[in-house]
């Protein structure tokens, strides 16, 4: 056993009101630079959509995560490393600009410059890339609230199989929620064991996956390799940027900004202990519909004097076990086991995990005149209404509808009771025949509760500073900013001093119209 | 070094030819070494070949494989043809008409592909407005020189030997490039060559100068080690107190 400590996130979807908050404060604290216009460390999609980049998803197209080999061995999905590198030339599973969008900014000195004249002046959109006028046809946030659904929609390549046909057919009565999505962090990123540089990394102290800038050579394998698609080339300089899980921040015991700005509280971030030997083998799970239980079965009990020992050990300090114990990530993935992975058969073993959202099939139940608060009710739809179940389990579970059914059950036997018991009018539900149904007891429903409805931030954001021992390398770290240039990442080049610039990846572009 | 069979005299070659036929090719040589060094040390952050792919795919599928295989081949053909000495060959029992058939052919084939590969690689540059405008001075510089190296070279060839009578720069482009590295400069060698063999050294030299400026250093991170290494990588944030760390994080340095 070899005790290693990963800060993690769970999302609670239900709360997810597609705000998109949590998308702009990171894209204003890491992705406002030349070269990563089109990147989103984090973005918002709505499902059922085909997602950013269009069809990340479809893996049979881009040959993202991993797979097996004939002989049940994990391989990248994207071949072998002999392929690998022959593809350096020219990455045939490589996305387009036009698979993301093209950059857009706005004519806005004509708003001012233009000449006196009977008609309002407008600032047109021009391409960031060509100073042209453009015209803005996909974004990364183009169907939201389904715009365009019935155009774009059933490209969803979660949408297969009759009961697709059917949310096609009928997409008036379907459903629809928000899913942000940032870099998973997997424990078995498929973006490292592409990079033929070697410059990505998971870092051992907190499962942090970062591209070291002066490592990538611009191979851009990784792009291909991570099945969400959250690793990005920076057209400027030529390298790969990702999200960071705002590394800075979680060094000095803070949440990430997506997490800090989510206007719905719907984040929680906390520590996951896990044993990094039994990685490898979880991933190779034969059949798909494990990997979930595989995974749980990666992550350590913090209250396990066992695992407590070794950690001790492999020299995971005191105050990081406490807040491992404290974690409402393990309570939530491992403990009340109502949080899911996206896309568990991509082998990854993804770091962020979702609570699945009740309400696509609560307003099933609203329109086929059931009642939503009553267990019963919901119990039979969860059971019954195939569309939003099958859909939830091809994206959390690999497509096991009994898991995200097991879990939904969970949330409507908790909600249920704890309304029974804090009104106080249904004796009869307050009694908890629901609640043992689904292998809560009355405790564990009120922690449950307290966790899903009511933590405060100290609650939500469990996250242990980085330590003293390691201060001299943070300061390295603080004494730079983030953008001071525009290229580069914080804490991404050599020092201050040391940097010689070649006029080449600092490119503050101007084109001949003088827009930028 | 050895002269083989050459028959050229020792002859005086003038101020004209030292300059060009021994300071410059050692002044480039002497940048391309320094230049390198001084790269690595201050701008790894730059050190990486440039991608273009993300803002233009159609061409660079065709161009840039034919380029880079095409460029293989080429460069391996100038390493036999530049540093083999031709009584190397024909010791193995390589004559001089076998040699000179294999050079043809096999250059030609490995030149199309370089000339169709870059010219693909030039013409996205020159009209794909997303590229021009990406392109930076080093490019500016590269892109031109290499083609017209490549140009030059592929001239020379089809001039003398495929449609001339022959000319067998092994007898003199070849002992001047070998006396560079043997330190006994043979500036007299080259000297007499054809012109067009002549312009093809010294815009290669220029190229050698250039190269540790311009994205060509990428040529030197070809990533074998990858064929070797663990899948996943697991770096220390610091050195661990107890084990040292193989690789601490160059980001953090």
Redesign the interface.
Known sequence: MRVLAQIAMVMNLDKCIGCHTCSVTCKQTWTNRTGVEYAWFNNVETKPGIGFPRRYEDQERWRGGWTLDRRGRLMLRSGGRVRRLLSLFSNPHLPALEDYYEPVTYDYDNLLSAPAGPDLPVARPRSVLTGRPTAITWGANWEDGLGGAPEHAGGDPNLSGEWAEKVRFEFEQTFLFHLPRLCEHCLNPACVSACPSGAMYKRAEDGIVLVDQDRCRGWRMCVTACPYKKVYVNHATGKAEKCTFCFPRIEAGQPTVCSETCVGRLRYLGLLLYDADRVGEAAATPDEQDLLDAQRGVFLDPRDPDVIAVARESGIPGDWLEAARRSPVYDLVARYRVALPLHPEYRTLPMVWYVPPLSPVLDAVGAAGGDQDDPDHVFAAVTRLRIPLEYLASLFTAGDTDVVGGVLMKLTALRSYMRAVSLGDAADEADGTALRAVGLDDAEARDLHRLLAVAKYTDRYVVPAAHKEDAAALTAVESGCPVESAGGLSGAGPSAGGRVSLGMPTLRRTSPEGHA | MNTGTSSLAPASVGGAGLLLWVAVPYACLAVFVAGHVW?YR??????????????E?RW???G??L???GTFMVIAGHVVGLAVPASWTRAVGVDEHLYHAAAVWAGSAAGAAMVAGLGMLCARRLLT??IR??T???DKVLFPLLSLTVLLGIWATAAHNVLGGGYDYRETVSVWFRGLFALSPRPEAIADAPLLFRLHALSACLLFAAWP?T?LV?VW?A?????V?P????????P???APCR?R?????
């Open positions: 790269r201050q701008d790894q952050f730059g050190w990486t070949s440039r991608t273009s792919q993300l803002l795919h660079l599928r065709w840039s494989p380029f880079h295989l407005r997303r405008l990406g930076d001075r080093s400026f994205r990428h991170s990533p074998v080690g990858y064929l290494r899948y996943l990588v697991y770096r220390r944030r610091t661990a107190p107890a690789t994080s160059r980001s953090r340095s």
